[in-house]
């Protein structure tokens, strides 16, 4: 596997139930980024982890909930989902923003549909 | 709050042609100003950016322009391909952690 990769690529679920988005970087980066994608809209940054710590959390309902074991791997658990919430989930890494600000390397999104 | 404006959000041009794409920024202090491409299916990628300190970049058939007392910055893309066919992204940023995007410009080359 090379760069940034995610699974799953499509999901669906009802607004009862829990899943998570997986990432996985291949690049070596230290910083690991979630973003959500909505049709017409900029991309919104969710949350950023640097060297495993979250840095930044961009106000963002609690029934999304990130986990960052390393470097490499990031997951969003997702729990009593609105339909709001359907959309393309952008996970991203690039090197260490704390000395500049670096190119983000993004995977191909997980489509998420909310019933 | 900080935004980024972009336009147009459709730009269809004959191929061969040239296609601008402008953005405008309310924060003053950003200083690194990057443009990604997302092809349908793929995440967005890194085709150029341009940092405060220089008004203008080149790589072979994209370049960027930087105006920052106006606080706008515009991707020029020449002899456009099939292949720029995409949606393309501008962002801007002020801090390390955070990229401002623009909503997005569909670019359609016509064959």
């Known amino acids: 596997e090379t760069g940034v990769t995610q699974t799953p690529r499509h999901l669906v679920m009802g607004m009862t139930n829990k899943k998570s988005l997986k990432c996985e970087q291949h690049?070596?980066?230290?910083?690991m980024y979630w973003y959500k994608q909505s049709a017409k809209k900029p991309l919104e940054l969710m949350f950023v982890?640097?060297?495993?710590?979250?840095?930044e959390n961009n106000s963002v309902p609690s029934r999304f909930s990130p986990e960052c074991p390393n470097s490499s791997h990031l997951f969003l658990h997702l729990h009593t989902l609105q339909p709001e919430d359907s959309a393309l989930y952008l996970c991203?890494?690039?090197?260490?923003?704390?000395?500049?600000?670096?190119?983000?390397?993004f995977g191909p999104g997980t489509r998420l549909t909310v019933l | 709050g900080e935004n980024v404006e972009q336009h147009p959000s459709t730009l269809s041009v004959q191929e061969g042609d040239s296609a601008v794409i402008k953005c405008t920024y309310s924060?003053?202090?950003?200083?690194?100003f990057p443009w990604y491409k997302q092809e349908l299916g793929k995440g967005p990628q890194l085709i150029i950016d341009i940092r405060s300190n220089v008004g203008e970049k080149k790589d072979q058939r994209i370049a960027v322009t930087l105006n920052k007392t106006a606080k706008h910055f515009s991707l020029h893309i020449t002899e456009t391909q099939p292949e720029d066919s995409a949606v393309y992204f501008c962002a801007a940023s002020w801090s390390n952690y955070q990229l401002i995007w623009g909503a997005g410009t569909k670019l359609i080359i016509k064959p």
């Open positions: 991203a890494s690039s090197q260490d923003p704390s000395g500049g600000v670096y190119e983000q390397f």
């Open positions: 924060d003053s202090a950003s200083n690194y």
């Open positions: 982890y640097n060297f495993k710590e979250q840095t």
């Open positions: 690049l070596g980066h230290n910083a």
